[in-house]
């Protein structure tokens, strides 16, 4: 190769290596009735693709497609044993709802996840499946809890990691400065806290600070996660406004690639000029 094509070629890598390093995906649920596929109404499973950058990708329409960042929630053992089920149980909460508490504004949408009045029924679990082709790092959750007014419970949530069982459930999600560099996080790894007062709680967990490190779920891997509300005795509550986000990064011996052009260009250059 010419050394006068190596030096527009290593600027077209960079150029589309920088624009797609801190690329921002997200994936979420809002609209809990319509994205709900089980047909028990106790019941909730859930599969939906993402955006990059605000728009949506290609797949939005068929989630698993190559392409995509594609959240499953729930899936429950009991409503059905969908095999693609956000963990090996699929906890589901107790299904969604479709009232409005007699109020309006934004979160009175009439459009949540049910959490019931037993223990299995206060947690949800949610997979993140990564088709992009890249690495992604999950940096940030957010999500709304109400409790009903005069109600003592739940008290708080917990969120945390489910490791895999190795097999069809397989969870890799790793803490490192790459996802190639990153240690496999342990099995109910505490991923965040808070407190659940009265009315409408607003949460947002950055994934980094419990962690205490980055999380990367590999180009082609998943990982599962749990929240759980605590409570002293079991009660109803609504969940809402659910959001993951994350980067897609390129792996590094796509930057690596452009190293290599650009040393052979100098060299290359050097040599003409000697």
């Not at 801190?22 to 047909?39: M, Q, Y």
């Amino acid at each position: 190769m010419s050394y006068k094509l190596l030096f527009p070629l290593a600027g077209f890598l960079a150029t589309s290596l920088i624009a797609t390093a801190e690329t921002t995906v997200s994936v979420g649920v809002d609209d809990w009735g319509a994205n709900n596929s089980s047909t028990n109404a106790n019941h909730m499973f859930i599969n939906v693709s993402g955006t990059i950058d605000g728009t949506p990708l290609p797949s939005a329409v068929a989630p698993g497609a190559t392409g995509d960042i594609e959240l499953i929630m729930g899936g429950s053992l009991a409503s059905g044993n969908q095999a693609n089920r956000a963990s090996s149980v699929g906890r589901d909460g107790y299904g969604t709802g479709t009232s409005t508490f007699g109020q309006s504004g934004d979160w009175f949408d009439g459009s949540y996840l049910k959490f019931g009045n037993v223990s299995n029924q206060m947690v949800v679990d949610y997979r993140i499946v990564n088709n992009t082709g890249l690495d992604f790092k999950y940096t940030k959750l957010e999500f709304d809890v109400r409790r009903a007014p005069g109600q003592a419970n739940p008290t708080g949530y917990t969120h945390s990691y489910l490791r895999g069982d190795g097999t069809i459930f397989g969870s890799n999600f790793v803490k490192g400065a790459t996802a190639a560099e990153g240690t496999v996080v342990a099995n109910n790894k505490p991923m965040g806290t808070g407190t659940i007062a009265d009315g409408i709680n607003e949460f947002t967990i950055n994934i980094g600070t419990p962690l205490d490190g980055t999380g990367w779920i590999p180009a082609g891997g998943e990982a599962s996660f749990r929240i759980k509300l605590d409570h002293t005795n079991a009660a109803g509550a609504q969940l809402d406004n659910f959001l993951v986000t994350g980067t897609v990064v390129p792996e590094p011996s796509a930057f690596a690639l452009i190293t290599g052009v650009l040393v052979m260009a100098t060299v290359m250059t050097r040599r003409r000029n000697k």
